[in-house]
Structure formats: structure tokens, C-alpha cells
């Protein structure tokens, strides 16, 4: 069993950034892939990244590519989502995953995080 813990959202203006960490309990999490999802009021859950579990692969939704980075640091058990020129619509719950597949689909995690609350402002 892996426990995730989200940390460092927030509340910041549209154009700023803020680094999202996702704390494991396990050192098993250095060979899951990890994924992060956000969720706004009223909608689904959606993809936002995904990196393998050696951090060599990442792939990203369209609506983030080129603003947001995803990375995983295997020696401190621990993964990031650094976000940059944040926007209104950026504004949601975000939640870290970790699973065997990473993918872009929520049944492929095993593992999830409480969740962290981003807001941006406009």
C-alpha cells in the first residue's frame, strides 16, 4: 500500500505558477508511473500528466503542454508538477496517482493522493 500526500497549491493570479509535491510513504513508489489529475466543480476527473517510473517518459494533456512540467525524484520518493502561466480555467482539485501503467486513464492508478486545491485568479 502507498500513501500520497499532495502539497503547495493555492491561491495565485493568472500568469503565476505554483509547484504541486506529491509525498509517497513507500519506496515502491520509484517503480510505479505517476499521474497527475484535477478535478473543477461539477466535472469529471482529467488527465494532466503522466511519467514513467524512471522519469524518463512524460506526455501531457494538451490543454497544459508547454506550461506545465511533471517530474519524479525516485531517491526522495517524491513527485512534482510545476505550473507556469497559469490560467482561470487551470483552477480545480489536483490529485497525484501512482500505478504500474501510466496512462491518461483513472482506472490505470492504484494509488491516490487526498487531493490539493488550486485557484487562479483573474
Known amino acids: 500500500q502507498v500513501h500520497l500526500v499532495e502539497s503547495g497549491g493555492g491561491l495565485v493570479q493568472a500568469g503565476g505558477s505554483l509547484r504541486l509535491s506529491c509525498a509517497a510513504s513507500e519506496r515502491t513508489f520509484s517503480r510505479y508511473a505517476m499521474g497527475w489529475f484535477r478535478q473543477a466543480p461539477g466535472k469529471e476527473r482529467e488527465f494532466v500528466a503522466v511519467i514513467d517510473w524512471s522519469g524518463g517518459s512524460t506526455l501531457y494533456a494538451d490543454s497544459v503542454k508547454g506550461r506545465f512540467t511533471i517530474s519524479k525524484d525516485n531517491a526522495k520518493i517524491t513527485g512534482y508538477l510545476q505550473m507556469n502561466s497559469l490560467k482561470p480555467e487551470d483552477t480545480a482539485v489536483y490529485y497525484c496517482?501512482?500505478?504500474?501503467?501510466?496512462?491518461?486513464?483513472?482506472?490505470?492508478?492504484?494509488?491516490w493522493g487526498q487531493g490539493t486545491q488550486v485557484t487562479v485568479s483573474s
Open positions: 496517482a501512482a500505478g504500474s501503467v501510466g496512462s491518461r486513464y483513472v482506472g490505470d492508478y492504484d494509488y
